[in-house]
């Protein structure tokens, strides 16, 4: 049977260039694949073909001879023999090889390769850091600026960064000719592994600085002034772009976020940009009323009047004195819960004035226990009759 025109098989016009020939290997080759048609007896013989025909025209010299002379021209060992083979004898490594090419073109940008040649760049970005910055809730309030201090690696002074002792200039690695990476072939597959004389930066150093052994960048703490704005909350990030670990052999720098921890206050509690406030009354002020003062976050203090009569949790509302947003949009306010304390260590003449108190007392005084014992009564009595 007489083969079928390669371009015919790709499914590819004569004309067409070495992308239009991968892209259409590729789709052929995930089509026919063995693996995905099990049941099509067919599809190993068309593979082949596919695999076949590739092999023959991604080679410039083979496509040239293959277009002057057709199949003729791999024909009585010319071009050093059949271009493909399929899956066993001679054509297996020029198989793995041309399927190589694909699983680059499908997971070489996931794995961190390039495809194309050339290797990868010998400057590496360096790598961002964090750094856990804990304010008080007055700092927040108003905005502070901070000095810290961060360990990371900053450019070696002695190379300038580029790790080499002397001005000298990194040379291609002869294990990975530069490429970062190296080749191992496994079966039909060719794996691919950052190659270990280099460490995947396709260059190497002969002479490397003594300082920084090199890296290009040496340890050392660094004080940074922060500004924090008012109004940061628990989990704020800042990003001081730059300010990260320096890069490898002369990269660029990474940046520096700064995660904000608010501590917690011993008066005031915060929910967003609103603020809570407990404040202890006596029974008496709670009973008759009357004025208290409050701090507030600011350092200043604010009168707050106390209704007769009133209960522990009754809220009271201060508005403006919360917390200022962190983008603008006006100041939260401060909420005043009142707790009604009961009074302790009493003295003969309290005892007996409370007493007193007591039996002077009616149900309309204390409406809520009046209330909460009427139905317990009538709860029982229904348990009674049931």
């Given at each position: 049977m007489a083969k079928r025109d390669y371009y015919e098989v790709l499914g590819v016009s004569k004309g067409a260039d070495a992308g239009e020939l991968k892209k259409a290997y590729r789709k052929k080759a995930m089509e026919f694949h063995p693996d995905r048609n099990k049941d099509n007896p067919e599809a190993e013989a068309k593979f082949k073909e596919v695999n076949e025909a590739y092999d023959?025209?991604?080679?410039?010299?083979?496509?040239?001879?293959?277009?002057?002379?057709?199949?003729?021209?791999f024909e009585q060992g010319g071009m050093g023999g059949?271009?493909?083979?399929?899956?066993?004898?001679?054509?297996?490594?020029?198989?793995?090889?041309?399927?190589s090419d694909v699983f680059d073109d499908l997971f070489g940008d996931f794995m961190g390769g390039q495809r194309g040649g050339g290797?990868?760049?010998?400057?590496?970005?360096?790598?961002?850091?964090?750094?856990?910055?804990?304010?008080?809730?007055?700092?927040?309030?108003?905005?502070?600026?901070?000095?810290?201090?961060?360990?990371?690696?900053?450019?070696?002074?002695?190379?300038?960064?580029?790790?080499?002792?002397?001005?000298?200039?990194?040379?291609?690695?002869?294990?990975?000719?530069?490429?970062?990476?190296?080749?191992?072939?496994?079966?039909?597959?060719?794996?691919?592994?950052?190659?270990?004389?280099?460490?995947?930066?396709?260059?190497?150093?002969?002479?490397?600085?003594?300082?920084?052994?090199?890296?290009?960048?040496?340890?050392?703490?660094?004080?940074?002034?922060?500004?924090?704005?008012?109004?940061?909350?628990?989990?704020?990030?800042?990003?001081?772009?730059?300010?990260?670990e320096a890069g490898l052999r002369g990269g660029p720098t990474g940046d520096l976020y700064i995660f904000i921890d608010v501590r917690p206050h011993q008066i005031f509690e915060r929910d967003g940009v609103h603020?809570?406030?407990?404040?202890?009354?006596?029974?008496?002020?709670?009973?008759?009323?009357?004025?208290?003062?409050?701090?507030?976050?600011?350092?200043?203090?604010?009168?707050?009047?106390?209704?007769?009569?009133?209960?522990?949790?009754?809220?009271m509302r201060l508005r403006g004195k919360g917390m200022p947003a962190l983008r603008g949009g006006g100041q939260g306010d401060m909420f005043i819960e009142l707790s009604v304390e009961t009074p302790v260590n009493l003295t003969a003449k309290q005892k007996e004035l409370l007493e007193e108190f007591e039996k002077l007392g009616e149900d309309?005084?204390?409406?809520?226990?009046?209330?909460f014992f009427k139905k317990v009564k009538n709860f029982w009595d229904g348990m009674k009759n049931a």
């Open positions: 023959a025209l991604k080679d410039p010299d083979k496509k040239a001879a293959y277009d002057r002379f057709g199949h003729a021209a059949r271009p493909g083979g399929g899956f066993g004898g001679q054509g297996q490594g020029d198989f793995a090889s041309a399927f290797g990868r760049s010998r400057a590496q970005r360096g790598s961002d850091l964090r750094y856990d910055l804990r304010v008080t809730l007055e700092e927040a309030f108003t905005g502070v600026q901070k000095t810290i201090n961060v360990p990371t690696s900053v450019a070696c002074g002695s190379c300038s960064g580029t790790g080499a002792a002397n001005g000298a200039e990194p040379q291609t690695c002869p294990s990975c000719s530069g490429m970062g990476k190296v080749r191992a072939q496994q079966g039909f597959f060719t794996v691919e592994r950052t190659c270990p004389a280099c460490g995947g930066l396709g260059q190497t150093i002969k002479d490397p600085c003594p300082d920084c052994r090199g890296a290009g960048r040496v340890e050392k703490d660094r004080s940074l002034s922060v500004n924090i704005p008012a109004g940061v909350e628990t989990g704020t990030r800042i990003r001081l772009a730059g300010e990260g603020l809570h406030c407990s404040v202890p009354v006596s029974m008496t002020s709670a009973a008759l009323g009357g004025d208290i003062e409050v701090p507030t976050i600011d350092g200043g203090r604010s009168r707050v009047k106390i209704p007769a009569g009133s209960q522990s949790g009754r809220q309309h005084n204390n409406p809520e226990s009046s209330s």
